[in-house]
């Protein structure tokens, strides 16, 4: 079945270091990809999305790109700030038999940022 | 900026009592989702619903689960009889566009089973 891998946590930087945090998945067919973020104490928020290869998906500073040849979908920010400590989820969207979507999710990684 | 609500944000139950959490999905939108995730581990499906009936559901969502829409507003999940392991954080999401597929997550109820 579908599957999301990311690296596990947590990451601990510096302000204004650089970010990446690795994402690959395992589908059939053309799934849509998506980060989404999760500050302390809140929901799932939507970060950015991508909905075919070679997508580029950004918000925030935040940003990634669709890659279906090394199936990733890997999230980057040049220069992290201590608000975005939060955990982070890479997630893709399987169409189901009838045409309705569902979203399959990695585990989530920390990101711990220190001023 | 329209949001989905859960209520309530933490449930203590004994094992083997029922349980209803609750949820107010974003006004016009028409899909509603639940999700789970277990303490370190991914979050997962339970259950989609559409024109008030179940669209999808997970092999997690067994009869114990049972989804409604008792109004216009509130979506619920009630777990019939709730084991230990039914103990995580539960999120329910709506969305507007069939395929599209951007949820809109609420803030998660948790639920922990003694």
């Known amino acids: 079945g579908d599957s999301v891998t990311q690296m596990e946590g947590p990451v601990t930087l510096s302000e204004e270091a650089f970010l990446t945090i690795n994402c690959t998945y395992t589908?059939?067919?053309?799934?849509?990809l998506f980060w989404y973020v999760q500050y302390p104490g809140e929901g799932l928020q939507l970060l950015l999305k991508?909905?075919?290869?070679?997508d580029k998906g950004s918000n925030k500073g935040f940003e990634a790109t669709y890659r279906k040849e090394t199936t990733s979908f890997h999230l980057e920010k040049g220069s992290v700030q201590v608000s975005d400590s939060a955990v982070y989820f890479c997630?893709?969207?399987?169409?189901?038999?009838?045409?309705?979507?569902?979203?399959?999710f990695g585990k989530g990684t920390m990101l711990l940022v220190s001023p | 900026e329209p949001e989905v609500t859960q209520t309530p944000s933490h449930q203590v139950t004994q094992m083997g009592q029922e349980v209803i959490l609750r949820c107010v999905p974003i006004?016009?939108?028409?899909?509603f989702y639940w999700y789970r995730q277990i303490l370190g581990q991914k979050v997962e499906f339970l259950v989609s619903?559409?024109?008030?009936?179940?669209?999808?559901k997970s092999e997690i969502f067994d009869d114990q689960f049972s989804v409604e829409r008792p109004d216009g507003s509130n979506f619920t999940l009630k777990i019939r009889s709730t084991k230990l392991e039914d103990s995580a954080m539960y999120f329910c999401?709506?969305?507007?566009?069939?395929?599209?597929?951007?949820?809109?997550f609420g803030p998660g109820t948790r639920l922990t089973v003694l």
């Open positions: 619903f559409y024109n008030n009936e179940i669209s999808e």
């Open positions: 589908a059939t067919g053309y799934p849509s």
């Open positions: 999401a709506s969305s507007e566009i069939r395929g599209e597929n951007t949820q809109y």
């Open positions: 997630a893709l969207s399987t169409s189901m038999n009838s045409g309705y979507s569902t979203l399959t």
């Open positions: 991508a909905t075919k290869a070679d």
């Open positions: 006004s016009n939108h028409l899909y």
